[in-house]
Nanobody, 111 residues
Framework: QVQLVESGGGLVQPGGSLRLSCAAS????????SGWYRQPPGKERELVAS???????NYADSVKGRFTISRDNAKNTMYLQMNDLKPEDTAVYYC?????WGQGTQVTVSS
């Protein structure tokens, strides 16, 4: 069993930045594809970004050039750096590794 705990969400103005963290209870990111999903209010959950064991990253078109996924295997932590945030980025963000999900962290982009 692995626990994933997200942090770093909050309220930010349009154009601002946030960095989400996902801490795992044990090593998992280095041996499994992992990523970030989000669920906007009233919408389906969608993939935001993913990273393979080899470090290959993939992004949803809506966040390309603004978001960066990364991980620190030594710290068992994955990150999502979010820049130039827009109101449409408002959502609950979840990290996932293998078949384990975090509880989610709220990101609200509003002036």
């Amino acid at each position: 069993q692995v626990q994933l705990v997200e942090s770093g969400g909050g309220l930010v103005q349009p154009g601002g930045s946030l960095r989400l963290s996902c801490a795992a209870s044990r090593s998992i990111f280095s041996s499994n594809i992992s990523g970030w999903y989000r669920q906007p209010p009233g919408k389906e959950r969608e993939l935001v970004a993913s990273i393979t064991t080899g470090g290959i990253t993939n992004y949803a078109d809506s966040v390309k050039g603004r978001f960066t996924i990364s991980r620190d295997n030594a710290k068992n932590t994955m990150y999502l750096q979010m820049n130039d945030l827009k109101p449409e980025d408002t959502a609950v963000y979840y990290c996932v590794a293998k078949y384990y999900w975090g509880q989610g962290t709220q990101v609200t982009v509003s002036s």
